[in-house]
Nanobody
Framework: VQLQASGGGTVQAGGSLRLSCVVSRNISSFNVMGWHRQAPGKARELVASLSVSGRPTYANSVKGRFIISRDIAKKTVYLQMNSLKPEDTAVYYC?????????WGQGTLVTVSS
């Protein structure tokens, strides 16, 4: 299984970006699909995830600002990021769990300038 993340870039604080993660197989069967991020010098953290039924879960730090969604026909998971803050700067990774297997994309860099 391959995951290809894209959509990162540099944006000013308050701006928006949409990340995409294209998967090489049907995404409706994964137990969980999610977006994680890793800021410089920090551990990787879960940002948002979708259960197999499509129920979203968000980290407290992004609730109300980020939206995770999926397009099953396009085998793609999205992360719409609004009202971006400098502390959102990180490499963002998409992830797919098909227990016991765990798949990761290559990461896309998001930089938010103040």
């Amino acid at each position: 299984v391959q995951l290809q993340a894209s959509g990162g870039g540099t944006v000013q604080a308050g701006g928006s970006l949409r990340l995409s993660c294209v998967v090489s197989r049907n995404i409706s069967s994964f137990n969980v699909m999610g977006w994680h991020r890793q800021a410089p010098g920090k551990a990787r953290e879960l940002v948002a995830s979708l259960s197999v039924s499509g129920r979203p879960t968000y980290a407290n730090s992004v609730k109300g600002r980020f939206i995770i969604s999926r397009d099953i026909a396009k085998k793609t998971v999205y992360l719409q990021m609004n009202s971006l803050k400098p502390e959102d700067t990180a490499v963002y990774y998409c992830n797919a769990e098909d227990r016991p297997d765990d798949y990761w994309g290559q990461g896309t860099l998001v930089t938010v300038s103040s």
